[in-house]
């Protein structure tokens, strides 16, 4: 059983640039989630995707936006970044349908906006 | 606003001694409190979770205690070892919102040989 990978690992981009996250999902798995977690903090919810469609948002700006694809897998993107966009990016996927509590995490994306 | 808060912010315990971390939610509707551990560079990984129907649970020497009226729940971690030396996270989420999961500001644990 693989787990979730996430890619790339470290980024360091230019304030007002674009920058594309890509997860691939736990085998299984059909629910896709994107947290943000700042130094020192919780991960803070940016949303979900359930086939392939966005299902609940947190308090993020559209600028924030996301795809899940047809085998699960997803993508976050950021426009116009900002320097408090710097964070560490968690995708998290689970099973929704039995067992609604399940999530597996990856290992994130450490954005660094300069 | 902070749905889940959580205390202290760092701890240090001698390795044999219990940790203790406590979370508490405004929130009555939540009904699934999951403990989450992070390790540097890694993302968190869920620990143990509780229902709010059940006032304790005990995986190994990690245990949950859920008081539902005085909307608080801990974490213990007996025995505490240094490989338990990690950030952990207590979360709440809805059941009808679909896994949104709200998390505390963590909880920095040493463990010291």
């Known amino acids: 059983e693989t787990g979730v990978t996430q890619s790339p690992t470290h980024l360091i981009k230019t304030r007002g640039q674009q920058v594309t996250l890509r997860c691939s999902s736990q085998s299984g798995h059909n629910t896709v989630s994107w947290y943000q977690q700042a130094l020192g903090q919780g991960p803070q919810f940016i949303f979900q995707y359930y086939r392939e469609e966005e299902n609940g948002r947190g308090n993020f700006p559209p600028r924030f936006s996301g795809l899940q694809f047809p085998n699960y897998s997803s993508e976050l993107n950021v426009n116009a970044l900002e320097l408090d966009d710097s964070a560490l990016y968690l995708c998290?996927?689970?099973?929704?349908?039995?067992?609604?509590?399940?999530?597996?995490f990856g290992s994130g994306t450490r954005l660094t906006v300069v | 606003q902070q749905q889940v808060k959580q205390s202290p912010q760092s701890l240090i315990v001698q390795k044999g001694g219990i940790s203790i971390i406590n979370c508490a939610y405004e929130?009555?509707?939540?009904?699934?409190f999951p403990w989450y551990q992070q390790f540097p560079g890694k993302g968190p990984a869920l620990l143990i979770a509780?229902?709010?129907?059940?006032s304790e649970k005990k995986e190994g020497r990690f245990t949950i205690s859920f008081n539902k009226s005085a909307k608080q729940f801990s974490l213990h971690i007996m025995d505490s070892q240094p490989g338990d030396s990690a950030t952990y996270f207590c979360a709440a989420s809805f059941h009808y919102t679909g896994n949104q999961f709200y998390f505390g500001t963590g909880t920095s644990l040493t463990v010291i040989p």
């Open positions: 509780i229902r709010p129907d059940v």
């Open positions: 929130n009555t509707a939540f009904d699934y």
């Open positions: 998290a996927s689970s099973f929704r349908g039995r067992n609604n509590y399940g999530y597996t």
